[in-house]
């Protein structure tokens, strides 16, 4: 079975820190990965995703992610954190050709103007 | 843009009561699917549909059922309301697998109480 770990249940940074927020998955197959993010009061919506290809992928907002296989992991970064970035945010994962989607416990990220 | 309606943002029922909860979506996705979001522990897949009359269960489909009888509505039905049952609720869709690469797009979500 697919799971997702994200480790950091909520991480606090100042303007401008860099950020950093790990994933890693569990199957042995090909996977899809994705990255959602969650700001107050809003939807659920993609920030990147990785299908193959080069293995770090670029999101909205100056985000980005790299897919690292032999460790089964898709960390998120940014270089300089906003106090927009506050939000929580989702690591997924699905076997290619699946149809539904594994997400991790999500990570609270709070940004300090 | 696609569009994934949730009828209602906030519902509060009582404990035994019928509940259904209602998703639209525009962009004739195939699959649809309901979470439950709680703090803690993410999203967690209740039920999910891949044509219309298909259904299949997710990780925790106890306490709940779905109906799709038409492509572009799916609705999550709590048979007999229970307190802990009181969770935010996230309707999504996306195209087929053998389609598209899978993008899941989500409503802006129903918060239920039970009281």
């Known amino acids: 079975a697919q799971s997702v770990?994200?480790?950091?249940?909520?991480?606090?940074?100042?303007?401008?820190?860099?950020?950093?927020?790990?994933?890693?998955?569990?199957y042995g197959g090909t996977v899809n990965l994705f990255w959602y993010v969650q700001y107050p009061g809003q939807h659920l919506q993609l920030l990147l995703k990785y299908f193959s290809g080069d293995p770090l992928v670029k999101g909205i907002k100056g985000f980005e992610a790299e897919f690292i296989k032999s460790k089964f992991s898709f960390n998120l970064r940014k270089p300089s954190v906003q106090w927009s970035d506050t939000a929580e945010y989702f690591c997924a994962v699905n076997a290619t050709g699946a149809n539904n989607l594994f997400f991790g416990t999500g990570t609270r990220l709070t940004v300090i103007p | 843009d696609v569009k994934v309606t949730q009828s209602s943002r906030y519902l509060v029922k009582r404990t035994g009561e019928k509940v259904f909860l209602e998703c639209v979506q525009d962009m004739d996705h195939e699959n649809m699917f309901w979470y439950r979001q709680d703090p803690g522990l993410g999203l967690r897949l209740i039920y999910f549909s891949y044509d219309v009359k298909m259904?299949?269960?997710?990780?925790?489909?106890?306490?709940?059922?779905?109906?799709?009888?038409?492509?572009?509505?799916?609705?999550?039905?709590?048979?007999?309301?229970?307190?802990?049952?009181?969770?935010?609720?996230?309707?999504?869709?996306?195209?087929?697998?053998?389609?598209?690469?899978?993008?899941?797009?989500?409503?802006?979500?129903?918060r239920l109480s039970v009281l």
Do not use: W
Request: aromatic residues 8%.
């Open chain 2, 55 to 110: 259904k299949e269960k997710g990780d925790i489909p106890e306490g709940y059922s779905v109906s799709r009888e038409k492509k572009e509505r799916f609705s999550l039905i709590l048979e007999s309301a229970s307190t802990n049952q009181t969770s935010m609720y996230l309707c999504a869709s996306s195209f087929s697998s053998t389609l598209a690469k899978n993008i899941q797009y989500f409503g802006a979500g129903t």
């Open chain 1, 5 to 26: 770990s994200q480790h950091n249940h909520h991480v606090i940074l100042s303007e401008a820190a860099s950020l950093e927020l790990g994933c890693n998955y569990s």
